[in-house]
């Protein structure tokens, strides 16, 4: 197997990291035409005067620089070490597959018990590829 094959689901991660970014972007700008927050409501971060529906793109940017930062460096670990399997490629995907899926209920439906069952999964996930590394 190729070991380079590790980047796509990396590659994908980082893409729908930058999806969730514009979209952050475009909330807040809209937002701010509209008159519903003024700029200054993004200063230190979110006043407690933006609304929900745009605050929501911007948690899930923050989601998505938090503990992906475990999956990145446990991917190039896998690189790195030449150990990339056929199991730790399926686990990383899966791993962003479940990352997807969060970041679209977190914009759409927001359905917290559905949206809690997609992150922590993920986080099984990606506990299952650490270990898959140190310990198999």
């Known amino acids: 197997m190729p070991q380079q094959s590790i980047f796509a689901p990396m590659g994908a991660l980082a893409l729908l990291t930058f999806v969730v970014m514009a979209a952050m972007y475009r909330t807040r700008v ?3 035409k509209s ?9 230190c971060g979110e006043s407690g005067a933006v609304p929900g ?18 999956f990145y460096a446990v991917c190039l670990m896998f690189a790195v ?3 990339v ?4 490629l399926a686990t990383a995907w899966a791993y ?6 969060h970041s679209v209920i977190h914009l759409s439906t927001n359905n ?3 949206r809690l069952t997609a992150f922590a999964l993920s986080n099984v996930v990606l506990a299952a590829l650490w270990i898959e590394f140190f310990v198999l």
């Open 112 to 114: 917290v018990m559905h």
């Open 96 to 101: 962003v597959a479940l990352r997807a899926i």
């Open 53 to 70: 529906h745009v605050s929501i793109p911007n948690r899930n940017y923050m989601n998505l620089l938090e503990l992906p930062t475990l």
């Open 85 to 88: 399997t056929p199991a730790a």
């Open 35 to 43: 008159g519903q927050v003024q700029v200054s409501d993004f200063s």
């Open 30 to 32: 809209r937002a701010v």
């Open 81 to 83: 070490a030449d150990r």
